[in-house]
């Protein structure tokens, strides 16, 4: 087990298109770091870079504290699960997990006996004489990812695993990885486009775009503390409300004026920080939790206003109530017993304690 | 009158219907539709491989003027000459020879070509498919000249790295082994472009699970690429060797089974006793003896395809 370290690492394709443009991130040893963000955005990339099945164009991979920019992936002492898990089709279960091993010439004894043990703790156990070709997508993945742990490697790198199976099976083998990451502990990079995935999994998330990381932080803090408009739309879901809003400086205290002539005061404890915004505008976000019934609300730094629903969204344990302002579409959450219909009037409330206000320019989160 | 609905009773009217109805549920039904669809492959079949066949078979039963029937005769002379083991030997040192090297050449060149950029691929495909398009007959006529006592080319070119000149086609062992080069000549693009066609098919990501696994080229060739073509392999080098057993163009041009009959082939020796000799129950008993030793070969190969098709796909 290592830590990885990514240090201004760019990779450039030919006619200089940049997929990953100068990234630094440190993962320590034992931790379980996910790569999230749209298609396109350089996480696989750099997923590969590590792995040593890209070249990287400048900067500097190192795993374990060696750097492996020239060592190639077999020597790099890691294991990788695929998106279509990549097993050998001509194999059998326990052909396809003894490979690696195999390769390297482990005894005969000790490879069966990490075979069973990963077989284990994976419970695959009666599969193991099978082809791939007999098993479920759901059982496919739980050999790929015994393939990877009776390496034993340094690392573990998933390449979007859970992309290929049904929403069902994918929670269940989301639980799964995060059981094997506590009982193995292994150094994990795990790469995703779903934020939730990311958000479930992870001790630290990466938010990448355009080739450069956004934001890293533990969940928690991205939901709560995103630092770019793209973070905050990002993570969530449903997504964050964006209003186009102008801060002002109005009878002593500031404010923020949303369409409709709607106007928040700002919390007392966030005056300081908002004060070099005033006069300008600016984009006011909150998630659809924080808009909501006035009665859920505490009576601190709250602003009712009326609005009129078009779409009502009943999801069990919580309504999804969407209405429109100034042509962007907003949602909020309210408590499934409250009676709400779509064209009738409703009163609903921001808690301004945790409103977020983005610089329009630079996309950061004030 | 029963199909005339109109003045038939109701009874019979019904029954008529239903008579009817059942042949036109014979005629919609998958597997009448499926056999009319196969009847002209099939009679094509009958009329050009299973009558000649059955023909050769009743003519390998005649005496030499083919006015009585002589039973297993042709067949007994034939195990008792020299020349017929000399034959069968050539054939199958021929067929393997020849189809071993051009699976192994075709699979390199087949390895080279999937290694360049997609781009310059097609011209380098087109031009190494150029040997396997040209009419056989031609090409051996080029071959032929290359290799002439007088004027040979090939002995040229060794001439100029001092190797001395090569009797081709004069001493039966080099005349065995021209024949082979031409035969490897035209066939090994056939293997090349089945095989770059299987090459494609291998998932890259198996590749790269493999090098993560800590396979070297070589162990990905052996147990990721291999694996992966086994069945093209096996198919196409039965294809080939069926055809490379009942060749016959290249001997004919080329050596003509000279010297000394000590090149023919199981085709240019029926094609020699039974048409240029004119005895022809007993080229016919010749030709039949591709037949069995095909037929093995066939049945242990496909046998395979069939047990790993059912494993993998």
């Known amino acids: 087990m290592a830590e990885v370290s990514v240090r201004k690492v760019v990779k450039a394709y030919e006619g200089n298109v940049q997929a990953v443009k100068g990234i630094d991130l440190e993962i320590a040893d034992h931790e379980f770091v996910v790569l999230v963000g749209p298609s396109g955005c350089g996480k696989s990339t750099t997923l590969r870079m590590i792995a040593g ?135 994990t990079v795990y790469v995703t486009h779903d934020q939730v995935e990311a958000m479930t999994l992870a001790d630290r998330v990466v938010v990448m775009n355009h080739g450069v990381i956004e934001q890293v932080g533990p969940p928690q803090e991205l939901y709560h503390h995103p630092k770019t408009r793209f973070v905050a739309g990002f993570i969530g879901s449903p997504a964050m409300n964006f209003f186009p809003a102008r801060v002002e400086n109005g009878s002593g205290a500031l404010r923020v004026l949303l369409p409709n002539n709607i106007v928040l005061p700002v919390p007392a404890d966030r005056t300081a920080r908002y004060q070099g915004a005033a006069g300008r505008e600016v984009i006011f976000g909150i998630r659809p939790e924080h808009l909501t019934e006035p009665k859920n609300l505490d009576r601190d730094n709250i602003s009712v206003f009326e609005v009129t629903p078009e779409v009502i969204e009943p999801m069990g344990m919580e309504t999804l109530v969407h209405f429109w302002m100034q042509g962007a579409e907003i949602c909020a959450r309210i408590d499934p017993t409250t009676p709400a219909e779509p064209g009738r009037p409703m009163e609903l409330a921001a808690d301004l304690n945790h409103m977020h206000l983005i610089d329009t320019e630079s996309g950061r989160v004030l | 009158m029963v199909a005339d609905g109109s003045h038939a009773t109701g009874g019979m009217a019904s029954r008529g219907r239903g008579r009817a109805n059942a042949m036109q549920r014979f005629a919609r039904r998958r597997s009448t539709i499926a056999f009319l669809m196969t009847l002209p ?234 048409i240029l000799s004119g005895n022809i129950p007993r080229g016919a008993a010749v030709s039949l003896f591709m037949f069995p030793i095909l037929a093995l070969c066939a049945f242990f190969v496909l046998r395979s395809v069939t047990r790993r098709n059912k494993e993998q796909m």
């Open chain 2, 41 to 274: 492959l099939l009679s094509i079949i009958v009329g050009l491989v299973a009558y000649p066949a059955a023909y050769a078979i009743y003519l390998s039963t005649l005496n030499r003027r083919m006015t009585a029937f002589a039973g297993t005769l042709n067949f007994e002379l034939l195990f008792e000459s020299d020349t017929f083991w000399m034959v069968a030997f050539q054939s199958c040192f021929f067929a393997v020879t020849a189809v071993l090297l051009k699976a192994s050449i075709g699979f390199w060149l087949a390895h080279m070509l999937h290694h360049i950029p997609d781009k310059g691929q097609r011209k380098w495909r087109g031009m190494l498919l150029v040997p396997w398009v040209i009419p056989p007959a031609l090409s051996t006529l080029g071959w032929w000249w290359m290799f002439d006592p007088s004027y040979s080319s090939i002995n040229w070119l060794l001439s100029v790295i001092s190797v001395p000149e090569v009797p081709w086609l004069g001493h039966h062992w080099w005349a065995r082994i021209a024949i082979i080069m031409v035969n490897v000549w035209i066939g090994a693009p056939f293997f090349m472009i089945m095989y770059l066609a299987a090459l494609k098919s291998v998932p890259e990501q198996l590749y790269e699970a493999a090098m993560i696994d800590g396979a070297s080229s070589f162990q990905r060739l052996r147990y990721v690429t291999l694996p992966m073509m086994a069945n093209i392999i096996s198919i196409t080098v039965l294809f080939s060797l069926i055809v490379t057993f009942a060749n016959y163009d290249i001997v004919r041009v080329l050596t003509n089974g000279g010297p000394r009959d000590l090149t023919h082939v199981f085709a240019s020796y029926a094609f020699q006793v039974g």
């Open chain 1, 53 to 187: 099945l890209e070249e990287i164009t400048s900067g500097e991979i190192a795993i374990g504290g060696t750097v492996v920019n020239d060592i190639p992936p077999r020597d790099r002492d890691i294991a990788m699960v695929f998106q279509n898990y990549a097993l050998y089709p001509h194999m059998s279960v326990y052909e396809n997990m003894a490979f690696g091993l195999t390769l390297r010439k482990f005894p005969k004894e000790e490879i069966a006996r990490r075979v069973n043990n990963a077989a284990r703790i994976l419970d695959i156990e009666t599969l193991l004489e099978r082809k791939p070709k007999a098993l479920s997508g759901g059982q496919r993945q739980r050999v790929a990812m015994g393939r990877a742990i009776v390496r034993d490697p340094k690392v573990f790198l998933f390449d979007e695993p859970l992309s290929n199976l049904d929403a069902k099976l994918r929670v269940q083998m989301r639980t799964e990885i995060k059981k094997v990451h506590q009982t193995v502990r292994t150094t």
